[in-house]
């Protein structure tokens, strides 16, 4: 079951890169982030009135629950929506690949929640170096303007606010049900990018057409309201580091995204960074054929 559900996340959020720059065709980014977290928290909340899902929290979960939802929709997916207005779908994923590395600091150094392993750290940075071959091409044709620069830079920090999110979730809300996480988590995250949007951003820009709607239907019900319950589903499950992996498979499901709808032609580096990839997931397990031991063992 933990195989199936890690498998759907990056099948899932591997299409999202795509999605969020689709919708920032018609909408600004903070309010654009906002509308699909407010659908997800609507869904959501429909699915707890039909399940009767007890929602009540302590003072306590509250105040964590709310740190959380503020660091990984208002500042993580506020920085990773504006970010995507200067740089291209695969450039974000690159620089969002450093989450795992910044889960893997913060979980061994800054909360001392698992114990530090080098062959972890190693397979981190292969798998990072892999995503950067993947999209080297589109990376080289971003020249690196100030645009391109300043969006790479939110994106970044965008993964570090995530992933200390993650941890925190991990280390201090082990028992709280993923349901009741993610609910409260959503209203939080939406209203504040909300608000956000709707202060600092121009109203007056914002266009709707069919693509732009299915595209924030599918990062609403699909990308948020289903995707965050079964991570923190999983997250209760496994290690924040194992889970923190799908960031290095979803980019690489986008790139097959891109061939299987639009016929994109997928360069020879690509597939070699895509090996280099699935090399370094292997070695954060210690080998290559250890990879699916980490789905039957919670603490790997």
Same mark, same amino acid.
């Given at each position: 079951?933990?195989?199936?559900?890690?498998?759907?996340?990056?099948?899932?959020?591997?299409?999202?890169?795509?999605?969020?720059?689709?919708?920032?065709?018609?909408?600004?980014?903070?309010?654009?982030?906002?509308?699909?977290?407010?659908?997800?928290?609507?869904?959501?909340?429909?699915?707890?009135?039909?399940?009767?899902?007890?929602?009540?929290?302590?003072?306590?979960?509250?105040?964590?629950?709310?740190?959380?939802?503020?660091?990984?929709?208002?500042?993580?997916?506020?920085?990773?929506?504006?970010?995507?207005?200067?740089?291209?779908?695969?450039?974000?994923?690159?620089?969002?690949?450093?989450?795992?590395?910044?889960?893997?600091?913060?979980?061994?150094?800054?909360?001392?929640?698992?114990?530090?392993?080098?062959?972890?750290?190693?397979?981190?940075?292969?798998?990072?170096?892999?995503?950067?071959?993947?999209?080297?091409?589109?990376?080289?044709?971003?020249?690196?303007?100030?645009?391109?620069?300043?969006?790479?830079?939110?994106?970044?920090?965008?993964?570090?606010?995530?992933?200390?999110?993650?941890?925190?979730?991990?280390?201090?809300?082990?028992?709280?049900?993923?349901?009741?996480?993610?609910?409260?988590?959503?209203?939080?995250?939406?209203?504040?990018?909300?608000?956000?949007?709707?202060?600092?951003?121009?109203?007056?820009?914002?266009?709707?057409?069919?693509?732009?709607?299915?595209?924030?239907?599918?990062?609403?019900?699909?990308?948020?309201?289903?995707?965050?319950?079964?991570? @923190?589903?999983?997250?209760?499950?496994?290690?924040?580091?194992?889970?923190?992996?799908?960031?290095?498979?979803?980019?690489?499901?986008?790139?097959?995204?891109? @061939?299987?709808?639009?016929?994109?032609?997928?360069?020879?580096?690509?597939?070699?960074?895509?090996?280099?990839?699935?090399?370094?997931?292997?070695?954060?397990?210690?080998?290559?054929?250890?990879?699916?031991?980490?789905?039957?063992?919670?603490?790997?």
């Amino acid at each position: 079951m933990k195989l199936l559900v890690f498998a759907i996340l990056c099948l899932v959020w591997g299409f999202t890169w795509q999605a969020i720059k689709v919708s920032l065709e018609g909408l600004p980014p903070y309010f654009s982030a906002g509308v699909r977290f407010t659908l997800a928290f609507i869904v959501l909340f429909l699915y707890t009135i039909w399940k009767r899902v007890p929602l009540r929290i302590g003072r306590r979960e509250f105040q964590l629950v709310t740190l959380t939802a503020l660091l990984v929709y208002t500042l993580d997916y506020g920085l990773i929506y504006w970010g995507e207005q200067y740089i291209n779908a695969g450039v974000a994923a690159i620089f969002f690949a450093t989450f795992p590395l910044f889960t893997a600091i913060f979980t061994n150094f800054l909360f001392r929640h698992e114990h530090f392993r080098a062959d972890r750290f190693i397979g981190l940075i292969i798998g990072f170096l892999g995503i950067v071959l993947v999209f080297y091409d589109q990376l080289v044709r971003t020249q690196f303007s100030r645009g391109v620069l300043l969006g790479s830079l939110a994106v970044i920090i965008g993964a570090a606010s995530a992933a200390l999110s993650l941890v925190i979730v991990k280390k201090y809300l082990p028992s709280l049900s993923p349901v009741t996480l993610t609910f409260h988590q959503l209203w939080i995250g939406g209203l504040s990018l909300l608000g956000i949007g709707m202060s600092f951003e121009d109203m007056s820009s914002i266009h709707l057409n069919p693509r732009i709607v299915f595209a924030v239907l599918y990062l609403g019900v699909v990308g948020s309201a289903l995707a965050f319950v079964l991570w @923190y589903w999983l997250l209760q499950k496994t290690s924040a580091i194992t889970v923190s992996l799908i960031i290095y498979i979803t980019p690489i499901v986008a790139l097959a995204g891109d @061939y299987l709808f639009f016929r994109e032609i997928i360069p020879l580096r690509s597939f070699i960074g895509m090996v280099v990839v699935f090399i370094g997931i292997g070695y954060t397990q210690k080998n290559l054929r250890a990879f699916p031991r980490v789905f039957r063992k919670a603490n790997v």
